[in-house]
């Protein structure tokens, strides 16, 4: 912007180095389609300012018609969703059916809600199930919301912005 240029451009008048951007963070994002949901995540690991894992999963298995991105601390995705996991696949075992998406949701909000925030894990879940696509946004706190299309992360915003302009109901 003009705002920007005007002030890098007095920085290097007066002797001075323009910072360099930093990013750090992660990127999560989902979107419903006509018969399903893309769920998608970068792959970095980030420690402060050090990139710690250049390979990182962060799409997470719950069940096989559901996955779960996740961002935040990465122990805390890993195990709620190992142990949200576990208990959908118990679930399962005893009813003989594929468990719906939102009884993963309710046990993630429940299991999230009751730590108040503590737990690091912001969450996009999404899967088909017999009621069709779905796809759920999860904060760290247990609020969720149902969306077409939802971002998580540092760099939610600029995946936004993309989902804005591009996303159209009944895509295929």
Same mark, same amino acid.
């Given at each position: 912007?003009?705002?920007?240029?005007?002030?890098?451009?007095?920085?290097?008048? @007066?002797?001075?180095?323009?910072?360099?951007?930093?990013?750090?963070?992660?990127?999560?994002?989902?979107?419903?389609? @006509?018969d399903?949901?893309?769920?998608?995540?970068?792959?970095?690991?980030?420690?402060?300012?050090?990139?710690?894992? @250049?390979?990182?999963?962060?799409?997470? +298995?719950?069940?096989?018609?559901?996955?779960?991105?996740?961002?935040?601390?990465?122990?805390?995705?890993?195990?709620?969703?190992?142990?949200?996991?576990?208990?959908?696949?118990?679930?399962?075992?005893?009813?003989?059916?594929?468990?719906?998406?939102?009884?993963?949701?309710?046990?993630?909000?429940?299991?999230? +809600?009751?730590?108040?925030?503590?737990?690091?894990?912001?969450?996009?879940?999404?899967?088909?199930?017999?009621?069709?696509?779905?796809?759920?946004?999860?904060?760290?706190?247990?609020?969720?919301?149902?969306?077409?299309?939802?971002t998580?992360?540092?760099g939610? +915003?600029?995946?936004?912005?993309? +989902?804005?302009?591009?996303? @159209?109901?009944?895509?295929?």
């Amino acid at each position: 912007c003009c705002r920007n240029s005007l002030l890098e451009a007095e920085l290097v008048q @007066k002797g001075l180095r323009v910072p360099a951007p930093r990013k750090t963070g992660t990127t999560i994002g989902g979107v419903i389609f @006509k018969d399903g949901v893309v769920l998608g995540a970068d792959t970095r690991a980030t420690e402060g300012m050090v990139v710690a894992d @250049k390979n990182c999963s962060k799409i997470h +298995f719950i069940s096989p018609n559901i996955y779960c991105c996740g961002a935040g601390t990465a122990a805390d995705t890993e195990m709620t969703t190992q142990l949200i996991s576990s208990n959908l696949e118990l679930h399962s075992l005893s009813t003989g059916r594929l468990p719906r998406v939102v009884t993963a949701n309710r046990m993630l909000k429940q299991m999230l +809600f009751r730590y108040q925030g503590y737990i690091g894990a912001s969450l996009v879940l999404g899967g088909v199930d017999v009621t069709g696509p779905h796809l759920y946004s999860i904060h760290p706190h247990g609020s969720t919301d149902k969306l077409p299309y939802v971002t998580m992360g540092s760099g939610s +915003f600029a995946a936004m912005a993309v +989902f804005e302009d591009k996303y @159209k109901p009944d895509m295929e």
